[in-house]
T-cell receptor, first 111, second 116 residues
Framework: DAKTTQPTSMDCAEGRAANLPCNHS???????VYWYRQIHSQGPQYIIH???NNETNEMASLIITEDRKSSTLILPHATLRDTAVYYC????????????FGTGTRLTIIP | KAGVTQTPRYLIKTRGQQVTLSCSPI?????VSWYQQTPGQGLQFLFE???????NKGNFPGRFSGRQFSNSRSEMNVSTLELGDSALYLC???????????????FGNGTRLTVT
């Protein structure tokens, strides 16, 4: 599976958009980009995933560059409850429920 | 729809004992995966079950085992517990078939195991 690189930590002011970058320069054409987040003492929460096109759901937007080597997760109006560790994961299109988690980005929302 | 349910939420065991953790997947999900999370190693894949068969396995010793029942519920067993087995054990479920990587895994809130 392709490896991902994320900043260790980020801060964002409450009410502003939080933009979390992820580098996956070795991604192949048959791998999705997934984002999860984990709030302390809870299990990882699925946020969004995409293959080539940008995606948006009720939680966030996912912007994937045209060459697919990097992506950005956007939380449009961050709240204090968005403080968590965010994981960017690359997952094969075919088969395999195994997710390889890195160390993620610790996002802190500042009041 | 109810989420993934794991029981118990907390568990304290002594070295050498064995433990069984339980996971009820989201209704309609046929794949159940187990993960171990520790501060030092992060989240690591243990194994995955689909239709009562182990389909994928991580790099853990044979003391870690699991099974899946016909209703897709799963149990994980750890025998001869060691201090290093103290961790948050997470279960995740997904459709597991036909969707491939397009079917998100949904996690429970885990069982926190402490071995003394």
């Amino acid at each position: 599976d392709a490896k991902t690189t994320q900043p260790t930590s980020m801060d964002c002011a409450e009410g502003r958009a939080a933009n979390l970058p992820c580098n996956h320069s070795t991604i192949s054409g048959n791998e999705y980009v997934y984002w999860y987040r984990q709030i302390h003492s809870q299990g990882p929460q699925y946020i969004i995933h995409g293959l080539k096109n940008n995606e948006t759901n009720e939680m966030a937007s996912l912007i994937i560059t045209e060459d697919r080597k990097s992506s950005t997760l956007i939380l449009p109006h961050a709240t204090l409850r968005d403080t968590a560790v965010y994981y960017c994961i690359v997952r094969p299109v075919i088969g395999n429920e195994k997710l390889t988690f890195g160390t993620g980005t610790r996002l802190t929302i500042i009041p | 729809k109810a989420g993934v349910t794991q029981t118990p939420r907390y568990l304290i065991k002594t070295r050498g004992q064995q433990v069984t953790l339980s996971c009820s997947p989201i209704s309609g999900h046929r794949s159940v995966s187990w993960y171990q999370q520790t501060p030092g190693q992060g989240l690591q894949f243990l194994f995955e079950y689909f239709s009562e068969t182990q389909r994928n396995k991580g790099n853990f010793p044979g003391r870690f085992s699991g099974r899946q029942f016909s209703n897709s519920r799963s149990e994980m067993n750890v025998s001869t517990l060691e201090l290093g087995d103290s961790a948050l054990y997470l279960c995740a479920s997904s459709l597991g078939t036909g969707q491939g990587g397009n079917s998100p895994l949904h996690f429970g809130n885990g069982t926190r195991l402490t071995v003394t």
